[in-house]
């Protein structure tokens, strides 16, 4: 069933209302430039959740969320920054429940967010084996925490495989989390497990006012970007660094060259472009800012 993670997914994405105050302000980020659209030739749908393998060869996201949809994991090849071709879903991952927010280490190893077991395990995070645009070796992550009303619904794993950053919501009741925050999670062979102390250091990141969700790490692990939606209906994608790998991010900044509804960042490996999803019109599309040189 598609349950708790679509209405989550598809409310966010709606920007339906939240008993959610605005988040402190926060300073714009000047970082990055010049926002376009990308195209995905051979493909006309929503294209959302986008991420950029590590090794620059191919563009993975997910269709629409809506409640409607059949929400699969795609795939697409990097022609260059702003053009890719479609290839189609992402062949031994998708099932017949809602799958998407594809992330993917330098090892290949595929982390997603599926509600095909949520109502017999009330887990969502999976993990695979990814290969030359096709998955295979789909298996449940374990080690998370599980209960009532607790829902992971974004995923992001760190360049080397051995970390996990998580959007934590609790309901009760609504269509909207309650709290959506960041959370941390460790490698241990196959086995996740929470980590206090690297969830501490996203302490200027996590507010009381907003919901944080949607992380994207630097390969160097100094850089973070998320989503932060507050007031109910508000967007935007922020940025924060650290001196290194081991410290806490300082308070981030909104990106002001992204504005409208948007979502999802992604960075390339370069750290030299950032993607994400927008609303255009009436869908969701792929777009792109660059660095300021020099930043």
Known sequence: MRNALTIVLAALAACGPAS?????DAPLDHTFTDPRCAEIRGYTGDAMEPFLTRDGRYLLFNTSNAPTAQTDIQVARVVDDLTFDYVGPLAGANSAAL?????VSDDGTLFFVSVRSYDAT????????????????????????????????????????????????????????????????????????????????????????ALEYAAA????????????????????????????????????????????????????????????????????????????TGT
Do not use: M, W
């Open 99 to 103: 799958d998407g927010v594809p992330t």
């Open 20 to 24: 959610r105050q605005t988040a402190p």
């Open 122 to 209: 009330g887990a969502t995070i999976y993990r695979a084996r990814f290969r030359d645009g096709v998955a295979d070796s789909v298996a449940l992550v374990d080690g998370l925490p599980r209960g009532p009303g607790l829902v992971h619904f974004d995923v992001e794993v760190s360049a080397d495989g051995s970390t996990l950053y998580y959007a934590r919501g609790i309901f009760d009741g609504g269509p909207v989390p309650k709290s959506a925050d960041l959370a941390v999670a460790v490698g241990h062979g196959t086995l996740f497990v929470p980590s206090n102390a690297l969830t501490a250091a996203l302490g200027a990141v996590n507010t009381q006012g």
């Open 217 to 292: 790490i630097s390969t160097d692990g100094r850089e973070l970007f998320f989503t932060r939606l507050s007031n109910g209906d508000q967007t935007g994608i922020y940025r924060t660094v650290r001196p290194n790998a081991s410290a806490a991010f300082g308070a981030p900044g909104r990106i002001a060259a992204i504005t409208g509804f948007v979502e999802a960042p992604t960075l390339s490996s370069d750290g030299q472009r950032l993607y994400y999803h927008q609303r255009v019109g009436d869908r969701f599309a792929v777009c792109r800012v660059r660095r300021v």
